[in-house]
T-cell receptor
Framework: DTGVSQDPRHKITKRGQNVTFRCDPI?????LYWYRQTLGQGPEFLTY????????KSRLLSDRFSAERPKGSFSTLEIQRTEQGDSAMYLC??????????????FGPGTRLTVL | GQNIDQPTEMTATEGAIVQINCTYQ??????LFWYQQHAGEAPTFLSY????GLEEKGRFSSFLSRSKGYSYLLLKELQMKDSASYLC???????????????FGKGTHLIIQP
């Protein structure tokens, strides 16, 4: 399967713990996006990378959230000192920058986080 | 900021036609996307409009009026598998995410009845 993959698919943690999620984009895609989706809402943009550079992080929800893409391939999203309000689906998407009218974002299956 | 509105839920009958509307307010508009999302799954791309008019792709069509800030997704010959959420997303200068960044609406949950 050459789609976007995310690991783990489900994570249950206790409040105050740190969690890290991984995203593997489609291999030739140089752009990678993280979104959060809560029940009944659309995906909410958090941050994105072009290759290894994090070009926007101002929309990360708080300083407890951080993301990396050290070699321009896979990415990790870390949440420190989790709170119950962090419970959500965390989606990763990737795209390739071509000179086209649009560059479709392909989404992974998401990591569902439950904070107890 | 941006504002994207779409109905929360719609119900339609198998074999029929349904139209899902989306209105938006944004600055620096640069395209509108429709995604389908089945429960617990990733959103998948359906259509893209940047110019006014209708784009047809099989059973699905999408329309855009930039002057009215309005789009709709038209689904024909509805099948039970079309039961899903349909997300309207706008690409705009203030979307975040660079040239391809998207701002999503809350989604319309479509229920298909036999």
């Amino acid at each position: 399967d050459t789609g976007v993959s995310q690991d783990p698919r489900h994570k249950i943690t206790k409040r105050g713990q740190n969690v890290t999620f991984r995203c593997d984009p489609i291999s030739e895609h140089n752009r990678l996006y993280w979104y959060r989706q809560t029940l009944g809402q659309g995906p909410e943009f958090l941050t994105y990378f072009q290759n290894e550079a994090q070009l926007e992080k101002s929309r990360l929800l708080s300083d407890r959230f951080s993301a990396e893409r050290p070699k321009g391939s896979f990415s990790t999203l870390e949440i420190q000192r989790t709170e119950q309000g962090d419970s959500a689906m965390y989606l990763c998407a990737s795209s390739v920058s071509r000179d086209l009218p649009y560059n479709e974002q392909f989404f992974g299956p998401g990591t569902r986080l439950t904070v107890l | 900021g941006q504002n994207i509105d779409q109905p929360t839920e719609m119900t339609a009958t198998e074999g029929a036609i349904v139209q899902i509307n989306c209105t938006y307010q944004t600055s620096g508009f640069n395209g509108l996307f429709w995604y389908q999302q089945h429960a617990g799954e990733a959103p998948t791309f359906l259509s893209y409009n940047v110019l006014d008019g209708l784009e047809e792709k099989g059973r699905f069509s999408s329309f855009l009026s930039r002057s009215k800030g309005y789009s709709y997704l038209l689904l024909k010959e509805l099948q039970m598998k079309d039961s899903a959420s349909y997300l309207c997303a706008v690409r705009a200068r203030d979307s975040g995410g660079g040239a391809d960044g998207l701002t999503f609406g809350k989604g319309t949950h479509l229920i298909i009845q036999p």
